[in-house]
């Protein structure tokens, strides 16, 4: 293993949802549905595209002061339980991440578990385990309406 790769940041963040792992794995990999919560505050979704099979690919664009896109590849989609996608962005330095979505039936409930790993540094791990805690505060409130 390199040293650069030792060195690569790994960012995880769970929260219990109110629905079910198929509620909470559909609304991750449905477009419209993504569309509404994905990005809650000022900015917003101008379009997303999700070619939902292995080796699909995904592109979020995001509107707000300025335009840029998150894209990657999904690697493994297994309903209602894992979702592994690379993610590039402008936050990752243009390099690619791995980020793994785990979906845990706890009662009624979901406990959902994001881990982005591969980030460069602190401070992109910094800005992305803030933006995962919006992000899927965000998809809890649109779950319990």
Do not use: C
Not at 48 to 60: K, N, Q
Not at 67 to 91: D, Q
Not at 113 to 140: K, M, Y
């Amino acid at each position: 293993m390199s040293a650069q790769a030792q060195t690569r940041e790994i960012v995880r963040v769970t929260k219990l949802l109110p629905a079910s792992p198929e509620q909470v794995f559909d609304a991750w990999t449905d477009p419209d549905s993504l569309a509404k919560w994905f990005l809650p505050g000022p900015v917003k979704i101008g379009a997303v595209e999700l070619d939902l099979r292995v080796g699909g690919r995904y592109r979020i664009v995001i509107v707000g002061e300025a335009e840029h896109e998150l894209w990657g590849e999904y690697l493994e989609i297994e309903r209602p339980k894992r979702l592994v996608f690379t993610w590039f962005s402008a936050n990752t330095g243009g390099g690619e991440t791995l980020v793994t979505i785990e979906f845990e039936a706890r009662g009624e409930r979901t406990e959902l578990t994001l881990t982005h790993e591969q980030l460069p540094n602190r401070q992109a791990a910094a800005q992305h385990e803030s933006g995962w805690t919006n992000i899927l505060d965000a998809l809890g409130n649109h779950l319990a309406l």
